[in-house]
């Protein structure tokens, strides 16, 4: 039988319900899913200036390197007031990610994350990431449960369906990890195998959802539209969805979404004054958190979605792939403000940014 795309009228109902983690109600049924070297404390506070973010995750860290104070580390952990409700995603074996949980309780974290789905080599050769996906003799569950139990904290899961397509491993964790007290699980519905290629299998994700009987299971992977969430909604039956690229793409998703559901119209992206504020408000904030030349290093691997997104022309895209000071930006975005948008630009264009990714399984982006 054809599974169904389209929402039913009980769906809609069920998602208009508020979503919670143990008692904690999110803004929203859509989360911002961790990537390593985006989601840092400039990108989340600069999307949830657009709203309905209903929870953020920061990039991963490892548990071992929380303890030994890197500093490296620690910058990924800032955060401030306004950057709530925030997930600290962790990763790493035994019992350093329980030391490292309640080291992050005690400075004063709302959820801990546990990463299972990382499909890079320098996390999966500790044993940590999708790693952990391949052991179901016990080790991957005691973990789990030695951080559940050494905070008062709510932790969740990320993971992918399993190592490849012969050892499916999803379903099975997501049982054990609700009788350990594990509150969610966010699904990728790629094997470790895949990588970042191929297609999402929402069937997969479909069966990690009947396969608990309380917590809600959010899916990710592949949705950059409302088209892409109705159908992961409809055909999975998961409790929310947490977007990474597509917010890269379109910060504008998380509001767009949450208005889809609960009023039938996503409305419009962001106008063009609109992104460019996005971006100048991101920038600023990222040399703020890391100083004027690390945040031109940084602002370098962005710069093209954003010259993409308000088709600046190659002039501009060149000198911002180059950033070496502050002082080149301020004047693009000072004439982009002057010049306004060029003609035929549509914050209803549907067409999407150009998002890369990975090549394969153990590719850095």
Not at 1 to 29: C, W
Not at 303 to 317: E, S
Request: charged residues 20%; hydrophobic residues 40%.
């Amino acid at each position: 039988m054809t599974e169904p795309t389209f929402l039913t009228d009980d769906d809609r109902k069920r998602l208009r319900t508020p979503l919670r983690y143990a008692g904690v109600e999110l803004a929203s049924r859509f989360t911002m899913a961790p990537l390593a070297g985006y989601t840092n404390l400039p990108f989340r506070m600069s999307v949830r200036d657009v709203g309905s973010c209903g929870l953020a995750t920061t990039d991963l860290v490892n548990a071992r390197a929380i303890l030994q104070g890197s500093r490296r580390t620690h910058e990924l952990l800032v955060t401030c007031p306004g950057d709530q409700p925030l997930a600290i995603q962790i990763y790493g074996s035994g019992d350093e990610m329980a030391d490292g949980a309640r080291w992050l309780e005690q400075h004063g974290a709302n959820f801990i994350d546990i990463n299972m789905g990382c499909p890079v080599r320098k996390v999966v050769k500790g044993g940590g990431g999708s790693a952990m996906m391949c052991d179901t003799t016990g080790a991957t569950i005691r973990t789990v449960s030695k951080v559940v139990e050494a905070v008062r904290l709510p932790v969740t899961v990320k993971m992918r369906l399993g190592w490849d397509s012969e050892n499916m491993t999803a379903g099975y964790f997501a049982r054990e990890f609700e009788k350990a007290g594990v509150v969610a699980v966010t699904i990728h519905g790629r094997t470790r195998a895949q990588g970042f290629s191929g297609h999402v299998d929402l069937e997969g994700i479909r069966r990690v959802v009947e396969a608990v009987e309380r917590i809600p299971v959010l899916g990710n992977g592949d949705v950059r539209s409302v088209a892409d969430a109705e159908r992961m909604l409809a055909v999975t039956g998961c409790a929310g969805i947490a977007i990474g690229r597509g917010a890269l793409a379109n910060p504008w998703l998380f509001r767009q979404l949450n208005s889809w559901l609960h009023h039938g119209n996503p409305g419009p992206r962001g106008t063009y004054a609109e992104r460019v504020n996005f971006m100048d408000n991101h920038f600023t904030r990222m040399v703020d958190w890391r100083g004027e030349h690390l945040a031109c290093l940084q602002f370098r691997k962005m710069a093209t979605w954003y010259t993409k997104a308000l088709r600046t022309g190659k002039a501009i895209q060149q000198i911002l792939v180059m950033l070496d000071t502050r002082a080149p930006f301020d004047r693009i975005v000072a004439q982009l403000r002057e010049q306004g948008p060029p003609p035929g630009w549509s914050e209803w264009d549907a067409s999407d940014t150009a998002i890369a990714v990975p090549a394969g399984p153990i590719a850095h982006w």
